[in-house]
């Protein structure tokens, strides 16, 4: 019947479109224009990613910017192992709660930072700030280099006598609140001031800069500094 014919009709249609719902849940990245084309979504396309793949390495990386998760509900970013060389700015500027990067390796990365007393600060080739999760990720032969910015500031700005100004570097994280676990951090140089500097204090850690709070965990990771390494089993804040 007409009726019936309605129905099965609807049903395909229902069928489509869950399927489509499922497939537009994942932003997959092959390479460093749909990497920068994921800023670019509207914030109705993004609520509705929770899966970030990376199909492929992406060998120059230097006109990547930095992804944005600040309006997104993404829970996962799968990088399948794959390398991504040469950018110059972090990878992420906050991993937000409940989502969990692995697989990523970072190489070759050149960050330069301009420093503004007005708040703590953190900075990495990773992520300036993580209060997710980061396993099985690579950062190596990385350089951040941080000047302050003119005029010149007093410590009245902050400085020694106000920590909450100080600046934070870190391999695989600038300032973490949540879980760094198995990572590596490989022969980068994380702590260069550009010019003379004596008011602020520079913290820098091969894989955070700081670890905030007693939810703030580093697990099972390693460092390879000047032919040395050094095993960090695990870092309570």
Do not use: M
Not at 81 to 92: S, T, V
Not at 167 to 194: E, F, P, T, V
Request: glycine share 8%; hydrophobic share 30%; net charge negative.
């Amino acid at each position: 019947t007409e009726f019936s014919k309605y129905y099965r009709a609807k049903d395909e249609l229902y069928k489509i479109k869950t399927c489509y719902d499922k497939i537009d849940d994942t932003y997959t990245i092959s390479d460093t224009v749909s990497w920068n084309d994921y800023n670019e979504l509207s914030v109705e396309k993004k609520v509705n990613i929770t899966k970030i793949v990376i199909g492929s390495p992406l060998e120059d990386a230097a006109n990547i910017g930095t992804l944005d998760l600040s309006e997104s509900n993404v829970t996962e970013i799968e990088g399948n192992g794959h390398e991504i060389k040469g950018a110059n700015c972090p990878l992420f500027s906050l991993i937000p709660s409940g989502c969990t990067v692995r697989n990523v390796k970072v190489s070759g990365s050149t960050i330069t930072y301009t420093y503004t007393p007005s708040a703590s600060v953190g900075v990495s080739p990773f992520a300036n700030y993580n209060s997710g999760t980061i396993e099985n990720c690579s950062v190596e032969n990385c350089v951040v280099t941080c000047s302050l910015a003119s005029p010149p500031y007093t410590e009245n700005d902050g400085g020694d006598s106000d920590d909450k100004y100080n600046i934070y570097i870190g391999g695989l994280a600038g300032i973490n609140y949540g879980i760094i676990s198995n990572c590596i951090s490989k022969d980068n140089n994380l702590s260069i001031w550009s010019g003379d500097n004596t008011t602020y204090k520079l913290y820098s850690g091969q894989i955070a800069g700081l670890n905030e709070n007693s939810n703030s965990k580093i697990n099972n990771c390693f460092c390879h500094i000047s032919d040395i390494y050094y095993h960090v089993a695990h870092v309570p804040s």
